[in-house]
């Protein structure tokens, strides 16, 4: 059971202003994984009965269930039928002990590349297609609001009128990171401020901005194996060495980083759903992976670029959320829950990196354009950005079902599927003698478009196959498209 000071830090999180945006069970989920977070609530200590601690918070047995089914889907804690709730032993918490130095110290010590300090020492500038099947990361657009669009975007140049045309601020329009904050807080599990919010044109801006602002040319950066390739490219391109870090079913093997003699002050990940393995990064693994980054003083950059779409239960919370030594630089992007032409991504930034961040974006491109950025804020405000995902959700796991079917009728000679949990694309495994190759320069000429997953890994032996992005096809669109791939093995195997 708990100790009166403990149910009394619960209570505290129910009545508090702050937490008046979130439903009930968030409020006593969050609350309790703060106390496990902190040590409080230790492995294997018993939770109160749901019945018992909805009497003590006086509230419904439902919403102190929904609660505790969260805290386990994430891994917090452990349900044992006939013996009640238990905390996870994978939810240990370091000893403070261990760490060296305070939060408040190591947040001080920011460390700049030579160009990075460059950068903020000049000042810099503060003026403020159709796709073809099987391309991934490309979200269905024929269903978006474009009425909706219209309408909340003539609202804007109607209020904001010769206003809307200038130039905008390189951090972002304020309403628009007043609304990302408010979201991700509520749906991803953030700790977000406005403040520490950079909007940028894409999650590729992002990883540029990292590999010129943080690094110098020379140093190494770790990353996972196989990886997006748009986030190691900006990362070589500036000079760095992708230190390659191999990824199993339960994610990035953060234990590989955390023993490596490697001197690295920064690692890359896509936690929630692995790019291109769909695997979700274990708890365990997110806690320990913040401990490293809190010991060695690095940063842990976390790419979210499609977490709101996540079929199987909600997503487990992000990185960010739960890294209270703020070394966590969280990405985002509207290109793959909206539209790609709305050019519109997102940084939450630890407080002692805003200015330098903002700086170099301001050389990059200066800003981004205030019409999209007022219209997208409008949007999200008004409840339209939740209700798209929902119905974008929906149709995404309707997809997935049926390419999952498609594949296991028409090809499953050939390859073996990987179905993820979430995301817009299948990984699919060869298990046929045609090489990679072969088979995406033959389908390419049937126009099908394949992204091969040899490409993707560093060091690790490559698995021989392929990625089938589903998000933007009709039922109709995609049977056609795996009935062209099969024609496609047949002849290629004749």
């Given at each position: 059971?708990?100790?009166?000071?403990?149910l009394?830090?619960?209570?505290?999180?129910?009545?508090?202003?702050?937490?008046?945006?979130?439903?009930?069970y968030?409020?006593?989920?969050?609350?309790?994984?703060?106390?496990?977070?902190?040590?409080?609530?230790?492995?294997?200590?018993?939770?109160?009965?749901?019945?018992?601690?909805?009497?003590?918070?006086?509230?419904?047995?439902?919403?102190?269930?929904?609660?505790?089914n969260?805290?386990?889907?994430?891994?917090?804690?452990?349900?044992?039928?006939?013996?009640?709730?238990?905390?996870?032993?994978?939810?240990?918490?370091?000893?403070?002990?261990?760490?060296?130095?305070?939060?408040?110290?190591?947040n001080?010590?920011?460390?700049?590349?030579?160009?990075?300090?460059?950068?903020?020492?000049?000042?810099?500038?503060?003026?403020?297609?159709?796709?073809?099947?099987?391309?991934?990361?490309?979200?269905?657009?024929?269903?978006?609001?474009?009425?909706?669009?219209?309408?909340?975007?003539?609202?804007?140049?109607?209020?904001?009128?010769?206003?809307?045309?200038?130039?905008?601020?390189?951090?972002?329009?304020?309403?628009?990171?007043?609304?990302?904050?408010?979201?991700?807080?509520?749906?991803?599990?953030?700790q977000?401020?406005?403040e520490?919010?950079l909007?940028?044109?894409s999650?590729?801006?992002?990883?540029?901005?990292?590999?010129?602002?943080?690094?110098?040319?020379?140093?190494?950066?770790?990353?996972?194996?196989?990886?997006?390739?748009?986030?190691?490219?900006?990362?070589?391109?500036?000079?760095?060495?992708?230190?390659?870090?191999?990824?199993?079913?339960?994610?990035?093997?953060v234990?590989l980083?955390?023993?490596?003699?490697?001197?690295?002050?920064?690692?890359?990940?896509?936690?929630?759903?692995?790019?291109?393995?769909?695997?979700?990064?274990?708890?365990?693994?997110?806690?320990?992976?913040?401990?490293?980054?809190?010991?060695?003083?690095?940063?842990?950059?976390?790419?979210?670029?499609?977490?709101?779409?996540?079929?199987?239960?909600?997503?487990?919370?992000?990185?960010?959320g739960?890294?209270?030594?703020?070394?966590?630089?969280?990405?985002?992007?509207?290109?793959?829950?909206?539209?790609?032409?709305?050019?519109?991504?997102?940084?939450?930034?630890?407080?002692?990196?805003?200015?330098?961040?903002?700086?170099?974006?301001?050389?990059?491109?200066?800003?981004?354009a205030?019409?999209?950025?007022?219209?997208?804020?409008?949007?999200?405000?008004?409840?339209?950005?939740?209700?798209?995902?929902?119905?974008?959700?929906?149709?995404?796991?309707?997809?997935?079902?049926?390419?999952?079917?498609?594949?296991?009728?028409?090809?499953?000679?050939?390859?073996?599927?990987?179905?993820?949990?979430?995301?817009?694309?299948?990984?699919?495994?060869?298990?046929c003698?045609?090489?990679?190759?072969?088979?995406i320069?033959?389908?390419?000429?049937?126009g099908?478009?394949?992204?091969?997953?040899?490409?993707?890994?560093?060091?690790?032996?490559?698995?021989?196959?392929?990625?089938?992005?589903?998000?933007?096809?009709?039922?109709?669109?995609?049977?056609?498209?795996?009935?062209?791939l099969?024609?496609?093995?047949?002849?290629?195997?004749?």
């Open positions: 059971m708990f100790k009166s000071s403990q009394e830090t619960v209570k505290v999180w129910l009545v508090n202003p702050a937490n008046s945006a979130f439903p009930m968030m409020r006593i989920q969050r609350a309790i994984r703060q106390l496990i977070l902190d040590g409080a609530l230790a492995a294997g200590k018993p939770l109160p009965a749901s019945r018992a601690l909805a009497q003590s918070l006086e509230v419904s047995r439902d919403t102190v269930e929904a609660a505790y969260q805290l386990h889907a994430e891994g917090f804690i452990e349900r044992r039928v006939g013996c009640g709730s238990f905390v996870s032993a994978t939810a240990r918490r370091p000893s403070r002990n261990r760490m060296k130095k305070t939060a408040v110290e190591k001080n010590e920011v460390t700049l590349s030579k160009r990075g300090d460059l950068i903020v020492r000049g000042g810099g500038v503060c003026s403020v297609a159709t796709p073809r099947p099987f391309i991934q990361g490309t979200p269905e657009t024929r269903h978006f609001p474009l009425a909706v669009w219209e309408r909340l975007e003539r609202q804007v140049l109607k209020e904001q009128g010769h206003l809307a045309l200038l130039s905008g601020h390189p951090q972002g329009v304020e309403a628009l990171r007043c609304a990302i904050a408010d979201y991700i807080n509520l749906e991803r599990g953030a977000a401020t406005p520490r919010i909007i940028l044109t999650s590729q801006q992002a990883m540029t901005l990292c590999a010129q602002v943080l690094f110098d040319a020379g140093e190494k950066i770790f990353i996972e194996d196989p990886a997006y390739q748009g986030a190691r490219k900006a990362f070589e391109a500036a000079g760095l060495e992708c230190v390659a870090v191999p990824v199993d079913e339960q994610g990035l093997r234990e980083i955390c023993n490596s003699p490697v001197q690295s002050h920064a690692v890359y990940l896509s936690p929630s759903h692995q790019f291109p393995t769909g695997v979700t990064l274990a708890l365990d693994r997110r806690l320990a992976l913040i401990e490293w980054a809190a010991k060695k003083n690095a940063w842990i950059i976390e790419d979210d670029y499609d977490s709101e779409f996540h079929y199987a239960g909600k997503p487990m919370a992000c990185i960010q739960l890294d209270h030594q703020h070394r966590t630089i969280y990405v985002g992007t509207f290109t793959k829950s909206l539209f790609p032409g709305l050019r519109i991504g997102y940084m939450l930034l630890p407080a002692p990196l805003v200015r330098p961040m903002m700086l170099a974006r301001s050389l990059l491109d200066g800003h981004s205030s019409i999209p950025q007022l219209t997208l804020a409008r949007f999200i405000e008004a409840g339209h950005f939740g209700a798209h995902i929902r119905t974008m959700r929906l149709v995404y796991a309707g997809r997935l079902n049926l390419l999952t079917r498609l594949i296991e009728k028409y090809l499953s000679h050939y390859v073996s599927p990987v179905v993820p949990d979430g995301g817009m694309q299948i990984p699919c495994k060869l298990i003698d045609i090489a990679e190759h072969r088979v320069e033959a389908a390419r000429k049937e099908i478009e394949l992204t091969g997953l040899t490409g993707l890994y560093i060091s690790a032996p490559p698995e021989p196959g392929f990625l089938l992005g589903f998000a933007a096809y009709t039922a109709e669109e995609l049977e056609a498209a795996v009935k062209t099969a024609k496609v093995f047949a002849l290629l195997r004749r």
